[in-house]
């Protein structure tokens, strides 16, 4: 790449889809952090489900976008099946590979990004080959906005150039065991989450929970299962009406009306979406949801110590999160629902050694990631012909 284009303002695109909600979130996250870091870079942020079919097919032919189909199994709690179902899917992307890679190509020659980051998996073969044939010497990144991979093709493809930014030590032994070189690897300390999650005021606690109708001396726990909810959290509020609870439910109105109409000797607030999170973890002395990397990480950052169940239900991705939370010994970790009060007895006996745990978890991941993707970006318009590599504000965390 010339000089002259290395001093252009860069337009990086962040790809993402709205699966789950998550990595929309960590797409926002982090266009968020490139811009507070103060990267001359105009960033973009690109739907793959409406690069692949800008005509809305699937919603004409089934009345909904693909990724809500995946969204109301959530809500409803229908994941039994979704490991095995996983595999076919992977198996239907291997097979479409090559026609999903030529409307791909399309986009980056119309489009002519800089760098390309991806926040999602399974697509990255197709996205990353389709970078390379389009737009050679361009850098494509994959942001894992999980704690670790679930191989294989979910998000460490093998036999690939791209760049890796890896949330845990356990990411990283699966790159280098998918053969990535030390250079395409890149530690951060943690998960991405929002800065919100780094900018909490001291509040009166005692004071905002009983303008809220909550006890001010009671251990209150936050139960939340992503935007979609769960109607796991009715099970748990039934089986715990001597706690009490803020009960999340993000986009899903139903469930919030079910759990206010639950009878209950505990207060409780009961929440329908809401952008502040933070606030209410600030509130709580305690989380208990499904191991999702995003809400694990944001309640140890506000220092919950969390209770979260890991069954053949659980999201294939999400089982390691479980084994995460006991190696760092920031909460418990149950096979089912129905052993949620034991936990919830075990983790108040013992809140402070829990609570304390989390605070030795330091994560700065949100942070890290704009100096990484900036060395990746300089390296990549650094001269070929020896010349010194343009240094980055940072390096990766950990290396």
């Known amino acids: 790449m010339t000089g002259a284009r290395a001093e252009a303002r860069r337009t990086v695109d962040l790809v993402y889809f709205n699966a789950g909600g998550g990595h929309r979130a960590s797409a926002l996250a982090l266009e ?18 409406e690069v692949l079919d800008p005509n809305d097919g699937f919603r004409k032919l089934t009345g909904m976008d693909p990724e809500d189909v995946y969204n109301k199994r959530l809500a409803r709690g229908w994941t039994l099946g979704l490991t095995h179902e996983l595999k076919v899917l992977q198996a239907v992307i291997r097979w479409a590979r090559p026609k999903l890679v030529r409307p791909l190509q399309q986009h980056w020659l119309a489009t002519e990004p800089d760098m390309v980051i991806s926040l999602i998996p399974n697509f990255n073969r197709s996205l990353y080959e389709s970078v390379a044939t389009a737009l050679p010497g361009v850098p494509y990144v994959t942001v894992l906005t999980d704690l670790a991979d679930h191989p294989p093709h979910f998000w460490i493809e093998k036999g690939q150039d791209q760049y890796l930014v890896c949330g845990s030590q356990k ?27 780094y900018e909490t005021q001291p509040i009166d606690q005692a004071a905002e929970r009983r303008r809220l109708g909550l006890d001010p001396d009671r251990p209150t726990g936050l139960v ?31 469930l919030a009306m079910a759990l206010r109409a639950q009878p209950a000797k505990a207060p409780r607030l009961v929440l329908g979406f809401t952008p502040d999170v933070a606030h209410y973890m600030q509130l709580s002395d305690f989380f208990i949801g499904k191991p999702g990397p995003g809400s694990v990480s944001e309640a ?3 220092h919950l110590p969390v ?9 294939p991705q999400e089982r390691y999160n479980a084994q995460w939370v006991r190696e760092q010994g920031v909460g418990l970790v149950r096979s089912s629902y129905a052993k949620v009060p034991g936990a919830v007895e075990e983790l108040v006996r013992d809140l402070e050694r829990y ?19 900036q060395r990746i970006l300089a390296q990549a318009d650094a001269p070929v012909d020896g010349e010194q590599i343009i240094p980055s504000l940072a390096v990766s965390a950990g290396r």
């Open 32 to 49: 968020a952090a490139i811009q507070r870091a103060g990267l001359p870079w105009t960033v973009r942020l690109v739907n793959l489900r």
């Open 171 to 197: 990411a990283v032994q699966q790159a280098r065991a998918a053969g990535y070189a030390e250079d395409r690897i890149h530690l951060t300390s943690g998960m991405m989450i929002r800065s919100a999650f």
């Open 224 to 254: 939340l299962f992503g935007g979609q909810g769960s109607r796991a959290m009715l099970g748990i509020a039934k089986r715990l009406p001597d706690v009490q609870l803020i009960l999340a439910c993000g986009q899903n109105e139903s």
């Open 300 to 302: 140890v950052q506000l």
């Open 307 to 315: 209770i979260v169940v890991c069954n053949s239900w659980t999201l």
């Open 355 to 373: 609570r304390a745990a989390t605070f030795r978890v330091q994560n700065r991941a949100v942070f890290e990631i704009p100096a990484i993707l």
